[in-house]
């Protein structure tokens, strides 16, 4: 007998640590709120930017949510979930990303509050999974229709989305070119409009001002010609699109070569000569006056055809080999002895120009361009990033709108909205649940408060003010962040696509869910880090 003593049992390696029950969830939700507060100050029009700074000296200055937390060296779980947020976001939107961290935050705040009431972390999921749905079903009811046709409005949603960043100052222009590119590249399927968001590429350049910035109905290639005497500048160009190498091949068995004498060496020359001028041969012989090749061409080819003034490109991305062909109707082909007339490309105008010192090919003047460029310039190269930034936030806004078809309007309008249509449902539900409905509804009003801090405003004087305009029918109503008072958001044409509100809320919702039903945390011990003492801290871990 051991005297009813018990040996311990040990499930866990050494230094594993384990958080359970109320401290676990205490935890994640302070370590992602945390995350919420970081970019709750960049929301809006008068929102602040933040500056980056990588382990390797690499500043970034935005205000774009997901650049911000995809920089930032994130380790806590939770957190990167909140991260996880912001990418959803920006690969399905492209704008809001700011919106659905902050909400997300904000909803966990709230779920915080009813935890230290008691209430079961299930039901407070069960009630805003409801209010989730439920905000979804008011959002396609009060959304309003749009169109490819209805340009107006989409250039006031592309303006929208550059609304405080560095690209503001030109925004009414540059929203102008973001919706001629998304009308370039549509396709009509049936009913239903298409559009490739690839098909539209964004350049950047250091070097002017963001007024010249411009469309290009064709692409642009961030390389130079590949020989000093090729054509700068072909008009009527014939483009031949190769994804082949254009230099002889080597043996894919081994093979070895024996020279005994000097004639041998000679004749070996010779016919190596003689095949890489049949490849310049086979391409001048197709007709065309300007080659893009994927992969590398030979010097003595380069010579060939820069005699024949063929102006040629080599070593041309995968993507952008895919972008010429629908910009210029051309055919990529790899065997160069089945070219016909039909495969070659047609562009108005290729052109070698210097840009801010360096050579960029020009491809314009396609006669009915899928893929087209818009090449953003600016005197830093901070500006042109955060423009560049700006630029896909307005194009893939324009996409978004056209593809559901919808929009809302901005400046914590529709936000104050569903606030009040859920608080209504909450008390048609009954139950536990009805607790986190309202619960949902307040969070929402985060964004609106948050617009009003950051231009100086009350923000308790201002939700209240909204309710009680919304309360009246007045459903436009938000915050008029430029001037500092309440006004008509529609007037003012701060308009947003659905799916920037819909997939804000769907994701935001759906991480507070996955964060709340977590309550047992076990982080393995590291050998050679200081990762689980981190971990296991009192306050929220470091970033």
């Known amino acids: 007998m051991n005297g009813g003593l018990v040996q311990p049992i040990l499930v866990l390696p050494e ?15 302070e370590a992602a709120k945390a995350i919420a507060d970081a970019v709750r100050t960049t929301l809006g029009p008068r929102g602040m930017d933040k500056m980056l700074i990588s382990s390797i000296g690499d500043v970034i200055i935005t205000n774009d949510g997901a650049t911000i937390l995809d920089e930032m060296e994130i380790e806590h779980p939770a957190a990167k979930m909140m991260v996880e947020i912001a990418k959803t976001q920006e690969e399905e939107v492209g704008d809001g990303t700011t919106t659905a961290v902050v909400i997300a935050g904000e909803l966990l705040k709230k779920a915080e509050e009813l935890l230290e009431q008691n209430l079961h972390p299930i039901t407070i999921a069960k009630g805003f999974r409801m209010a989730a749905a439920k905000s979804l079903e008011i959002l396609d009811k009060t959304a309003e229709k749009i169109t490819i046709n209805d340009v107006e409005l989409l250039e006031k949603i592309a303006m929208t989305a550059m609304t405080g960043k560095s690209g503001e100052s030109a925004k009414e222009s540059l929203a102008k070119l973001a919706v001629e590119a998304v009308n370039s590249v549509a396709e009509k399927i049936g009913e239903k409009v298409v559009i490739n968001k690839d098909d539209i590429k964004i350049e950047k350049k250091q070097g002017g001002s963001l007024d010249d910035t411009r469309l290009i109905k064709g692409i642009v290639i961030d390389k130079e010609s590949a020989h000093p005497n090729m054509p ?5 160009a014939k483009i031949l699109l190769v994804e082949s190498a254009l230099e002889i091949k080597s043996t894919e068995t081994e093979a070895k070569i024996e020279i005994t004498s000097p004639e041998k060496m000679q004749e070996f020359l010779q016919q190596e000569t003689k095949m890489l001028k049949e490849i310049a041969e086979k391409v001048i012989r197709t007709g065309c006056n300007v080659v893009f090749c994927q992969k590398g061409i030979d010097d003595l080819v380069l010579h060939y055809l820069a005699k024949n ?9 995968e993507s952008d080999m895919s972008k010429l062909a629908k910009a210029t109707g051309a055919t990529i082909i790899s065997n160069l ?5 039909s495969d070659l490309g047609y562009a108005g105008l290729v052109e070698e120009r210097k840009i801010a010192g360096e050579a960029m090919i020009f491809v314009e003047n396609c006669k009915n361009p899928k893929s ?4 953003i310039r600016g005197g830093t190269e901070h ?3 955060e423009a560049k930034r700006a630029m896909e936030d307005a194009v893939l806004g324009v996409i978004s709108a056209i593809e559901l078809g919808k929009y809302v309007v901005g400046g914590g309008a529709i936000e104050i909205e569903l606030a009040l249509r859920l608080r209504e449902y909450a008390q048609s539900v009954g139950g536990r649940e009805q607790l986190g409905i309202t619960k949902f509804s307040e969070a929402l009003e985060i964004i609106p408060k948050t617009l009003a801090e950051s231009a100086g405003m009350d923000p308790i004087d201002v939700v209240v003010e909204l309710i009680s305009q919304h ?3 007045n459903k436009y109503m938000g915050v008029d962040v430029i001037h500092t008072k309440i006004d008509d958001m529609k007037k003012l044409g701060v308009i947003e696509p659905l799916k920037i509100k819909t997939q804000a809320i769907k994701s935001a919702a759906e991480a507070t869910e996955m964060i709340l039903r977590i309550d047992d945390v076990i982080a393995a011990s590291k050998a050679s880090s200081k990762t689980p003492e981190k971990f296991g801290r009192e306050e929220a871990p470091e970033y």
């Open 15 to 29: 230094g594993t640590i384990r958080q359970t029950g109320k401290d676990a969830q205490r935890k994640n939700i």
């Open 232 to 236: 700068k500048r072909i008009e009527k």
């Open 309 to 317: 003034k063929v102006l040629a490109v080599r070593r041309v991305k």
């Open 337 to 341: 002895d089945e070219v016909s007339e």
């Open 372 to 375: 087209v460029t818009i090449l």
């Open 383 to 385: 500006v042109v990033d």
């Open 471 to 473: 309360g009246k029918g």
